[in-house]
């Protein structure tokens, strides 16, 4: 885990931090691995937590190398991942965050790629985004047999079976304006395993219980470009 302010945050309340500068890595795909402009990865499974007031200027710069075991890599500009174990009914608030640091991944990779402007993936919660803004390019050039999902705001949301009906998310006056690119080369087809995804805002949201999906007043206005020899597909992406 690799994170401009920390790298793996156990707590409960993140406000008023920001990041300037570069983080430039070279890294093998076999362990996989979380990188966010402020925080790598947030652990918290007993209790609410929040990030606000965050603003993130470091840009990141991502090389992957091709591994023979192949894992997932999270990018977040404020937040590159964090998960709940499914049994505690907690809650991400997010609220007045911003990403102008650039984001870009290459290299010829078999993993599985996920990167947000704001956040890169969480699962397993309830969650309020409110006034979150990525102003900044979001790019990635990968071989086609990588699995993408990108957007500008959270890439990846996902509810498990096994979690408990009532996970509701919330999106309110939340807007993206970088350019968001994303170029898969090579010969291999990517569709066979599964999709890449990529949003304006949101890429994959997904609920497999009753819940509700509310998106109130967001906004995309970044250019989406994407070349594949394999297969895009999106899921809930403005």
């Known amino acids: 885990n690799t994170g401009a302010l920390v790298n793996t945050y ?3 309340s993140i406000t008023h931090c920001s990041a300037e500068g570069t983080i430039n890595l070279t890294r093998g795909t076999s362990l996989g691995h979380r990188i966010g402009g402020l925080v790598g990865h947030v652990s918290n499974f007993t209790t609410n937590w929040e990030v606000s007031d965050c603003v993130n200027n470091c840009a990141i710069t991502l090389a992957l190398t091709k591994d023979e075991t192949s894992q997932t890599t999270f990018v977040g500009g404020v937040v590159a991942d964090s998960t709940n174990d499914k049994t505690n009914m907690t809650t991400i608030t997010c609220t007045n965050n911003i990403n102008n640091g650039v984001i870009n991944v290459t290299g010829d990779s078999a993993a599985t790629v996920i990167v947000g402007g704001i956040m890169g993936r969480y699962i397993n919660y ?3 985004f409110t006034n979150c803004h990525n102003t900044a390019k979001l790019s990635a050039t990968l071989g ?3 699995l993408v999902q990108m ?3 959270f890439a990846h949301c996902v509810m498990g079976s096994s979690s ?3 996970y509701d998310t919330a999106a309110t006056n939340c807007s993206n304006s970088g350019d968001i690119s994303l170029k898969l080369t090579g010969n291999t087809d990517a569709a066979a395993t599964g999709y890449s995804c990529v949003g304006g805002c949101f890429g994959i949201w997904q609920h497999v ?9 967001c906004d995309n206005s970044g250019d989406i470009s994407v070349t594949s020899e394999g297969t895009i597909k999106g899921q809930y992406h403005l």
């Open 144 to 146: 086609s047999s990588t």
């Open 126 to 128: 309830l969650s309020n």
């Open 164 to 166: 408990p009906v009532g």
């Open 151 to 153: 957007a500008g705001i």
């Open 209 to 217: 219980h009753q819940a509700n999906i509310t998106v109130t007043n």
């Open 10 to 12: 156990f707590g409960e």
